[in-house]
């Protein structure tokens, strides 16, 4: 897709859209994990499998901070019609990549004892999720490649082919489910088996279609290498946003161990609450996705004010369908919580509902740092992005939840806040730095180097 021309709303729609359908099924998949754990294996093995949430973005987010840029630079030469500098950008990405799966899977798998106690893990979660643990890191690099072909492809502007290779894993993760668990009486350890054999096939799929396809970035086995200066550029951009994904993720380790203090009931709850974020968070995260692409291409073909109006299409956009999302939510939360764990306790239901009711309206404050992030990075400036997250979301959050936990002990209230808080403060940094930094003026002349 050619995103230099035409109607601005329209392009962000038809190329999200995909992006959405896909994220949809990747949640799906997630979902299906806790739902046959939570309501055929028990309270404890959900209680693990949604806790280990933190540890596993941790190291998703440093990649997906590659990934981006890469994606990037990619948008920026598919923009410019570069295709010799767009095919050596695809070899090194690729080249990069095979290398970081082996060194991620072994610093993850060995990490796994140290991780879970770090996060005050009750005993009886404990065995459930270390077990889940060294399994899906096992199978990392399936997860890996999808994100990075998937990354290439979108910044080319087809969001298509990585939605039909996540239906396929989407499909394969809930059908392995049910036969690990119902067939084999599996239980954390069958859901974990499960999703890396799916997230595996997704990577085949993608790696695939990137090698038969007929075009500058198609995947050329016998040619991979590393360019220099290309890995420079992806890295300068990269690499900013790694940092900020990884230290997020890894500061809400210990968010975890602040819920964790709660007990399993908590645990279990604040588990479900975050599956049911994860859906309302996905209109807005796509159409991020869409507006980095969009204003990469944009910035790469020279149209600086074609950037700013998808910037604020993508805003308008993000707050009309978050609104919708948001509204059932709150009126269904009983029932959505009780849906994904029927074996919970009524302090888990509690749990579960006083999250989802107390954090759900706030997630309109997520729109403008998710939105102006992508258009920043979309431009090549990711170390604003990456500061001005690391500032709001682990420092600020961290401060917020050391003071307050302990002049409110025990206080499910302070707990609650921690997240809406640290997107105010960020959603109101990011909007100043794009008013009125001059990081359009330093970036626009290096689009292409």
Not at 103 to 122: G, K, R
Not at 179 to 196: E, P, Q, R, Y
Not at 317 to 334: E, K, Q, R, Y
Not at 363 to 387: D, K, W
């Amino acid at each position: 897709m050619d995103m230099t021309k035409g109607n601005i709303t329209s392009l962000l729609i038809m190329f999200a859209i995909p992006m959405l359908i896909g994220n949809l099924f990747q949640q799906l998949y997630n979902t299906v994990d806790s739902w046959v754990v939570g309501n055929y294996v028990g309270q404890s093995a959900y209680a693990a499998v949604g806790s280990v949430g933190p540890i596993l973005n941790t190291a998703i987010g440093f990649f997906s901070g590659f990934a981006t840029g890469a994606g990037v630079v990619i948008g920026h030469y598919s923009g410019a019609k570069d295709d010799k500098r767009l095919s050596d950008t695809v070899a090194t990405t690729i080249s990069v990549s095979l290398i970081l799966c082996v060194v991620f899977t072994a610093i993850c798998t060995v990490t796994v004892p140290f991780m879970v106690s770090l996060m005050d893990t009750p005993d009886s979660v404990v065995h459930d999720a270390e077990i889940y643990l060294y399994i899906y890191f096992l199978g990392l690099s399936g997860l890996m490649l999808y994100n990075i072909g998937s990354g290439i492809l979108r910044a080319i502007g087809n969001s298509v082919l990585p939605l039909v290779a996540l239906i396929i894993s989407a499909l394969t993760n809930i059908a392995l489910d049910l036969i690990f668990v119902l067939v084999c009486h599996m239980g954390a350890d069958g859901v974990a088996l499960a999703t890396v054999i799916a997230e595996a096939m997704s990577a085949i799929f993608i790696l695939i279609a990137l090698t038969v396809v007929k075009s500058a970035y198609r995947i050329e086995w016998r040619k991979l290498r590393i360019d220099r200066a290309i890995l420079t550029r992806i890295v300068r951009i990269g690499i900013p946003t790694a940092i900020q994904l990884a230290i997020t993720a890894f500061s809400n380790v210990f968010v975890q161990s602040y819920i964790n203090a709660f007990g399993e009931d908590c645990m279990a709850g604040w588990t479900s609450y975050n599956k049911i974020d994860a859906f309302a968070m996905l209109p807005m995260q796509s159409i991020s996705l869409a507006v980095t692409t969009f204003v990469a291409q944009n910035y790469g073909a020279g149209q600086p004010e074609r950037s700013r109006r998808g910037a604020m299409t993508g805003i308008v956009l993000s707050v009309v369908l978050t609104v919708v999302l948001v509204i059932p939510i709150i009126i269904f939360a009983d029932g959505l919580v009780y849906f994904l764990s029927k074996q919970g306790t009524d302090m888990y239901r509690y749990y579960g509902v006083h999250f989802l009711r107390w954090i759900s309206p706030f997630y309109i404050l997520c729109i403008i740092n998710q939105i102006l992030a992508g258009v920043l990075r979309g431009a090549g400036e990711s170390r604003a992005p990456m500061l001005i997250m690391l500032g709001s979301f682990v420092a600020f959050r961290q401060l917020y939840l050391f003071v307050l936990t302990r002049i409110f002990p025990m206080s499910e209230m302070v707990i609650t806040f921690a997240y809406p808080t640290g997107w105010a403060v960020c959603s109101l940094l990011m909007l100043l730095y794009y008013k009125f930094a001059p990081w359009e003026k330093r970036y626009l002349s290096a689009a292409i180097e």
